[in-house]
Structure formats: C-alpha cells, structure tokens
C-alpha cells in the first residue's frame, strides 16, 4: 500500500467549478507539500504546510494531522489549472525522506 | 534565466551506453535531489545532496551514480543504460533546515532503445 494516496485520479470540471483533491498519508510526517505538473513536465512548488490552512490566489490548502488528511481546493477554476496536482509527505528526522502520491491528473474545460 | 536548469531536456539511447544528466542551479541551495517519474508512479528518489562532501542513495539507486562537482552542480550517471531506464528524470534543489520546499528543474525526457 502506498503511503501517500491521492482521490480521484483524474478529475474533469467546467471552468468555474470548486475543485477538491485529496491527500491521506499513513506515517507520521513534519510537513505536506502541494506540487503543480504542467502538461510539458514541469513541477512547481504550490504549498508546504504542518498545520491549518494556507491560501494563495484561488488556491487552498488543507491539512488535518490527527486525521492524516490534506486536501487542496481551487475556487474559480479556469481551463489554465488543468495539470497534475501531487501530494508529498516529508517524514522529517535526520534521513531524508520525501514521499510521492501518484498525482491527480485535473482537466478544466471552457 | 530558470533558477535550476537541466540539460539536456530530451535524449534516446542504444542499450549499454554511458549517458549523464546534468543539473546546474543559481538558488545558492546546499541540497541537491535526483528524481525519476513513471507512468502511473509517484516521483522516486535516486540519489540526494546536502552539500558539496555528501551523497546519499535514495530508494531506487541501483544503476545509477551521481557527482557532486560544486554546490550549483549535480550530475545523474547510467552506466550503462537499460530500457528500464526509460523515463523523466527531474533534479530538484531546497534551502537547509526542516520542511523546506522543492524548486525542479522542467525535466529531462529520456529513452533508452
């Protein structure tokens, strides 16, 4: 089982819509990140959170530690948030270990 | 100007050749991460850099090795490479310290024939 799952894996919406992707973990972590793959393969930094909630622009991001449990929201979505959205976890202590979910590939049609 | 560049962006190779992928970054960033994605996979760590003295394996080394030749500087080696290989392959660098983000390069598509 991975460790860093991710729901749905491909999600369609019409431009407007509120988007929800989730993030469940099941190890201990110091810190979530959010990343943003873009169809030509770059990956861009959206959020790095521990704790509560961050917002950037039409971006949310969510995380619940008791509940091992993230999610990111897109309000307003626009055809220009289609991408893949990835859900890392970082387990922290002294050896370096950043683990990946699969992503979820979004689609915003006009 | 990308703050960490990858070259080169794409390349195909014959089975068994030498190949090395190169990452150069102006962030001032002491870590440096190599990474590998896969159809259907999440990204995998190959080999991590905390600074210019130390490397470390990640959890899918075997076949590959790496060279630290300066703080801006981490290059990814196949020795000989395997159509297993085939893959995108993204370096990535962060600050010090706990909980720091990832900044990627866009990317290095390559195909082992």
């Known amino acids: 089982k991975n460790e860093v799952e991710q729901s749905p894996q491909n999600l369609t919406a019409q431009e407007g819509e509120f988007i929800t992707i989730n993030c469940s973990y099941s190890?201990?972590?110091?810190?979530l990140h959010w990343l943003q793959q873009h169809p030509g393969g770059g990956i861009v930094s959206l959020f790095m959170l521990s704790s509560g909630k961050k917002k950037h622009g039409r971006l949310i991001a969510t995380i619940n530690i008791q509940e091992k449990h993230s999610s990111l929201h897109i309000t307003a979505s626009h055809p220009r948030d289609s991408a893949v959205y990835i859900c890392?976890?970082?387990?922290?202590?002294?050896?370096?270990?950043?683990?990946f979910g699969k992503g979820t590939l979004l689609t915003v049609n006009p | 100007d990308a703050d960490v560049t990858q070259t080169p962006r794409n390349r195909i190779k014959k089975t068994g050749k030498r190949i090395m992928l190169e990452c150069s970054q102006t962030k001032g960033h002491d870590r440096m991460y190599w990474y590998r994605q896969d159809p259907g996979l999440g990204l995998r760590l190959i080999y991590y850099?905390?600074?210019?003295?130390?490397?470390n394996k990640g959890e899918i080394s075997d076949g590959y090795s790496v060279s630290r030749q300066a703080q801006a500087k981490f290059s990814l080696s196949l020795e000989s490479a395997i159509p297993n290989q085939t893959a995108l392959y993204f370096c990535a660098t962060s600050g010090q310290g706990a909980n720091q983000p990832q900044h990627f390069g866009d990317g290095t598509r390559l195909s082992i024939l």
């Open positions: 890392a976890v970082d387990s922290g202590g002294s050896n370096y270990k950043l683990t």
């Open positions: 190890v201990g972590i110091s810190a």
């Open positions: 850099s905390f600074d210019v003295k130390d490397i």
